[in-house]
């Protein structure tokens, strides 16, 4: 093979293998169902960046435990020792759920993840 072969060669593979890695790396991230119980000592900020940083207070257990207002937990199990309890969104979404937050009979779902940086990042609202 030629020099100009395998470089037409390398350009198609990479022409192929890009969008299989950019579609992997974008998969990359599973979310799981967070319900937060509104009102009590969680806390909604501005980030500056039109998002949102919520504190809450981690849940004894399970959802079908029961969450006091402020809390959130997993739907099958409690958060962990060093998972953040933080929510950070920086989407539209957060209006979504933001003034259910303030009401203590309010439950909402967010799907987050742990982003690695302290914050359990919302990828989309409801179960």
């Known amino acids: 093979m030629t020099v ?5 060669l390398l350009a198609a593979l ?3 293998v890009t969008p299989i890695l950019t579609i992997d790396t974008a998969n990359a991230q599973q979310s799981y169902p967070l319900t937060c119980r509104g009102g009590g000592t969680l ?9 949102v ?9 399970a959802v079908p435990q029961g969450l006091s207002p402020g809390q959130c937990t997993w739907s099958d199990r409690a958060l962990r020792s ?3 309890t933080t929510i950070c969104d ?12 303030v009401q203590t009979d309010q439950y909402p779902i967010l799907q987050v993840y742990n982003n690695g ?8 609202v409801g179960p």
């Open 4 to 8: 100009f072969s395998n470089l037409s």
């Open 14 to 16: 990479a022409v192929i």
């Open 43 to 51: 806390s909604i900020q501005n980030d500056g960046s039109n998002g």
């Open 53 to 61: 940083r919520i504190n809450f207070q981690p849940g004894a257990g």
């Open 82 to 84: 060093g998972e953040p």
């Open 90 to 101: 920086s989407s539209a979404s957060a209006a979504q759920y933001v003034g259910l937050l």
């Open 117 to 124: 940086r302290g914050c359990m990042q919302v990828t989309r």
